[in-house]
T-cell receptor, first 113, second 115 residues
Framework: DTGVSQNPRHKITKRGQNVTFRCDPI?????LYWYRQTLGQGPEFLTY????????KSRLLSDRFSAERPKGSFSTLEIQRTEQGDSAMYLC???????????FGPGTRLTVL | KQEVTQIPAALSVPEGENLVLNCSFT??????LQWFRQDPGKGLTSLLL?????REQTSGRLNASLDKSSGRSTLYIAASQPGDSATYLC??????????????FGKGTKLSVIP
């Protein structure tokens, strides 16, 4: 049973560039979540998918952010026109149901110069 | 709005000591509570999951308790080891009745176990 995987693990970009991250959940998990974590803080919820449907988006997810899960398997998170304030760890999690806990990947560390 | 607080923010103990980490939450209408471990620059590792109907869960040297009515949970670590050094995060899942999915996290307790 492989865990949640995320790519890339690190991304350095210049302000104004677009970046895309990928998350592969645990294979039998139909629920997928994105969180963002800044230094010294706990993760904050961004968005949630059940299969391919995006059912909830946080107010943190501005218009520059878009997430997809086209076939109900892997998911991508794209940030357009990156800003220095986007620098953070982006974490993906998956679960079978709400009651059985969420399981996290290693994260993608984004640095915007 | 659910708020989760973890005390202390940092803790340093000598190897072999037993210790308790505290987590409190403002809204008792939770579905479950999860304790995680995070090593520097890494993702989160799930340690224990407690359902709202349960009082405690145990895994090896770890024991987590839940008092839902008072909005508190504790993580007890027995016979601490240097390898336990990490940040420990508490997170609650809201019981919205319509399908709960969003974890709310505390800021964590940074634990250092000194050899």
């Amino acid at each position: 049973d492989t865990g949640v995987s995320q790519n890339p693990r690190h991304k350095i970009t210049k302000r104004g560039q677009n970046v895309t991250f990928r998350c592969d959940p645990i294979s039998e998990h139909n629920r997928l979540y994105w969180y963002r974590q800044t230094l010294g803080q706990g993760p904050e919820f961004l968005t949630y998918f059940q299969n391919e449907a995006q059912l909830e988006k946080s107010r943190l997810l501005s218009d520059r952010f878009s997430a997809e899960r086209p076939k109900g398997s892997f998911s991508t998170l794209e940030i357009q026109r990156t800003e220095q304030g986007d620098s953070a760890m982006y974490l993906c999690a998956s679960s079978v149901t709400s009651g059985r806990g969420q399981y996290f990947g290693p994260g993608t560390r984004l640095t915007v110069l | 709005k659910q708020e989760v607080t973890q005390i202390p923010a940092a803790l340093s103990v000598p190897e072999g000591e037993n210790l308790v980490l505290n987590c409190s939450f403002t809204d008792s209408a939770i579905y479950n509570l999860q304790w995680f471990r995070q090593d520097p620059g890494k993702g989160l590792t799930s340690l224990l999951l407690i359902q709202s109907s349960q009082r405690e869960q145990t895994s090896g040297r770890l024991n987590a308790s839940l008092d839902k009515s008072s909005g508190r949970s504790t993580l007890y670590i027995a016979a601490s080891q240097p390898g336990d050094s990490a940040t420990y995060l508490c997170a609650v899942l809201r019981d919205s009745g319509a399908g709960s999915y969003q974890l709310t996290f505390g800021k964590g307790t940074k634990l250092s176990v000194i050899p």
